[in-house]
């Protein structure tokens, strides 16, 4: 939506004038009480035609779309007994003042065992209906819908689930179709055939610890993501160098996690003058992705302290959570869809900011039981947690098997 007139409607002078979309749905609907869906509010855009969103907060508003004026109709129209749910994806793009006069109502994304529930419970029966297939209705098993959803889906919700059950569903019909033997049960090993290589990987827990290289957590519009920072280090005079399409919050969660650890070298056992003859170089993989957020601020100093004591750290540690200046991990959001990333990825254990302890109420108790979850409230806790001892590797790169259980504890 860009015209503003869609709202307001168009003055009566105007050939062919219409009153706006509110006025009209009320009209259809035959009451003045409905309730109304607008959905995808934050994709609304501003061109020479108006700015929909300034139109907006006279009808939102309860204080004053008692008196909302239609252009059309020229005469004051009481909204107040309508009521107005909104849908967005993202909260940044919806401009404040109109934010202001909404209640928002944050849903979070499903975890595997919901996704798996509405797959049998509706979307399964759905897709047999619509590929022709009531005559030979065909019968997935809880292992081959997983495989799906780890193997071929990243989403918060379950559109993409939908579609490749769709595909499995077009590609039995076209068999049937063939002549050949209708598939009773899909298997597990029948997945990749009929849908192509797995597309997403995300098993971290079998990877080595390396110095340098931290997991973390990231919440997407799509759900939660496991992240790797990874830091190196060469002659240089004190320069940073920031790569992987980082954004600014990022990129200034980088230079303060470098300060921090400048300050307090001696406390994590890093030589104080690391930073006069050498360059720093930080980067996420993933560089076509962009990536942003004040949640990295750990993650970075713990592969910097990594790479500057040379120590591994572990791999199968997860962690998010903001570093200040003085040290402090301050909140973070997105909690349940970064636990339930890293639980998908193979990771058991994450490190959460201790002021986040409330946050877990959305997580259901199969996850908490199965999950490792610690929380911290200092940088130290976090590498007493994450830093392995120096291994006996000559090129120091791997940890030692025989150690790789305890962690490191400060100097």
């Not at 009481?78 to 003042?97: E, G, K, Q, Y």
């Not at 713990?302 to 004591?309: F, K």
Request: overall charge negative; charged content about 25%; hydrophobic content about 40%.
């Amino acid at each position: 939506m860009k015209d503003e007139a869609e709202i307001r409607g168009h003055r009566r002078t105007y050939i062919g004038a219409l009153p706006g979309r509110i006025i009209q749905e009320i009209c259809r609907g035959g009451g003045n009480n409905p309730v109304f869906m607008l959905d995808e509010v934050d994709k609304i855009g501003q061109d020479f035609r108006g700015d929909p969103s300034s139109a907006l907060l006279e009808v939102l508003d309860p204080e004053q779309n008692n008196t909302f004026t239609d252009h059309y109709l020229d005469v004051p129209f009481d909204l107040s007994r309508v009521m107005f749910i909104t849908t967005a994806n993202l909260l940044d793009p919806i401009p404040h003042a109109l934010k202001d006069r909404m209640e928002v109502i944050q849903l979070s994304g499903y975890s595997d065992e919901e996704k798996l529930q509405i797959a049998f419970k509706y979307l399964i029966p759905k897709q047999i209906v619509e590929n022709g297939l009531e005559r030979y209705p065909l019968e997935f098993s809880e292992a081959t819908v997983l495989k799906i959803i780890k193997d071929y889906t990243r989403e918060a919700g379950v559109r993409s689930l939908e579609r490749k059950i769709a595909s499995v569903c077009r590609k039995a019909a076209k068999e049937i179709a063939q002549k050949k033997t209708p598939r009773g049960v899909i298997k597990p090993d029948d997945v990749e055939k009929m849908l192509g290589p797995r597309s997403y990987f995300s098993d971290v827990a079998a990877e080595e610890d390396r110095i340098g290289v931290v997991t973390g957590l990231a919440w997407t519009a799509s759900g939660g993501d496991i992240i790797f920072i990874e830091v190196a280090r060469m002659e240089g005079n004190k320069g940073l160098t920031l790569t992987g399409s980082l954004g600014e919050v990022m990129q200034e969660s980088a230079k303060t996690a470098l300060s921090f650890i400048r300050s307090h070298a001696e406390a994590f056992g890093v030589d104080p003058q690391f930073f006069d003859n050498s360059d720093i170089h930080l980067h996420v993989p993933s560089g076509a992705i962009p990536k942003d957020g004040p949640s990295a601020g750990i993650t970075i100093a713990t592969a910097l302290i990594s790479l500057l004591s040379g120590r591994p750290a572990r791999r199968d540690v997860a962690m998010t959570g903001e570093l200040t200046l003085s040290g402090r991990i301050l909140p973070i959001g997105g909690v349940k869809e970064k636990v339930l990333a890293a639980r998908r990825a193979g990771v058991r254990t994450v490190l959460l900011p201790e002021r986040n302890r409330d946050s877990l109420q959305d997580l259901e108790e199969d996850v908490l039981k199965e999950m490792n979850i610690v929380f911290v409230d200092s940088l130290q806790e976090v590498v007493r947690r994450t830093i392995l001892p120096a291994p006996r590797s000559q090129h120091g790169l791997y940890r030692d098997e025989a150690s790789s259980s305890s962690a490191l504890p400060l100097s």
